[in-house]
T-cell receptor, first 111, second 113 residues
């Protein structure tokens, strides 16, 4: 079963191209951010995280950029593959252990 | 490692009935979270536990919702009586630290008719 609705922003990208997914967060006190990937019928899966004392972090084929001045987070996926098709969420943590999730972006990879 | 295990995967029930959703966290994870996902509101935290104790239930929509964690390996989310607006996908997640290493289960899709 699908986990998200019909009105998500959608990013269509050609296989092999790079993808950039953006997220605006709301709380200037947030000190930890995570990107999740959610495939149809599955729970969110951790991709990469970043703390507020950093502005860039790289993983395997993914890079997260944090701009605290404008409260903006982005996820870059290099050489996008069909398996990258999913909904991507950013999440922020402020006080305690509560994560607040963004609305999500659907990525469609065209062969 | 089997991950976070939720049951049932799908539940269809009639309005007014009691519904119980179940979650088995990853062994050794001290934190357990219940989330609800809908088209309109996205992913919302309902409640979370630390060492079986409820820490924050401010996201629980109303008194019809209750959650328990009788031991470190089991939690339930109960809705009584259920209403059509409760239809959603309910996720359980666990974490060793509460902050890092969140792992989500596959969710329970609840439909209340």
């Amino acid at each position: 079963g699908e986990s998200v609705g019909l009105h998500l922003p959608t990013l269509s990208v050609q296989e092999g191209d790079n993808s950039i997914i953006n997220c605006a967060y709301s709380n200037s006190a947030s000190d930890y951010f995570i990107w999740y990937k959610q495939e149809s019928g599955k729970g969110p899966q951790f991709i990469i995280d970043i703390r507020s004392n950093m502005d860039k972090r790289q993983g395997q084929r993914v890079t997260v950029l944090l701009n605290k001045t404008v409260k903006h987070l982005s996820l870059q996926i290099a050489a996008t593959q069909p398996g990258d098709s999913a909904v991507y969420f950013c999440a922020e943590k402020a006080a305690g252990n509560k994560l607040t999730f963004g609305g999500g972006t659907r990525v469609l990879v065209k062969p | 490692d089997a991950g976070v295990i939720q049951s049932p995967r799908h539940e269809v029930t009639e309005m007014g009935q009691e519904v119980t959703l179940r979650c088995k966290p990853i062994s050794g994870h001290d934190y357990l979270f219940w989330y609800r996902q809908t088209m309109m509101r996205g992913l919302e935290l309902l409640i979370y536990f630390n060492n079986n104790v409820p820490i924050d239930d401010s996201g629980m929509p109303e008194d019809r919702f209750s959650a328990k964690m009788p031991n470190a390996s089991f939690s339930t989310l109960k809705i009584q009586p259920s209403e059509p607006r409760d239809s959603a996908v309910y996720f359980c997640a666990s974490s060793p630290t509460g902050l890092y290493g969140y792992t989500f289960g596959s969710g329970t899709r609840l439909t209340v008719v």
